[in-house]
């Protein structure tokens, strides 16, 4: 089965970096994205991207936060960028059916991967 799993979430001072990975095992299809939770809020799209490079990114995020895989690894990536408090949230992968920021698209999900910024 597909297994996604996140790793590099952490606590960081705003303006701060952080970069998440995700390996993905016995995914092969195109379509990944990164997602995040807070407590009592629906799970939302932060960005995605298909095998061919084409990435779309939540208003929020734009210019800060950056999508990225490795196809060769399988590891889908998140570098994010002078963070801010509002983006302290679980973050997690997903792999899908379509490409687009709504979790419904997507089928498999890892574990997800706290981040903190104070």
């Known amino acids: 089965h597909v297994q996604l799993v996140e790793s590099g979430g952490g606590s960081v001072q705003a303006g701060g970096s952080l970069r998440l990975s995700c390996a993905a095992s016995r995914y092969s299809g195109d379509y990944m994205a990164w997602f995040s939770q807070t407590p009592g809020k629906e799970r939302g799209g932060v960005a995605a991207i298909v095998s061919a490079g084409s990435t779309i990114y939540a208003d929020s995020v734009k210019g800060r936060f950056t999508i990225s895989k490795d196809n060769a690894k399988n590891t889908l990536y998140l570098q994010m960028n002078s963070l801010k408090p509002e983006d302290t949230a679980m973050y997690y992968c997903?792999?899908?059916?379509?490409?687009?920021?709504?979790?419904?698209?997507?089928?498999?999900w890892g574990q997800g991967t706290q981040v903190t910024v104070s």
């Open positions: 997903a792999a899908g059916i379509w490409w687009s920021l709504r979790h419904y698209d997507y089928t498999y």
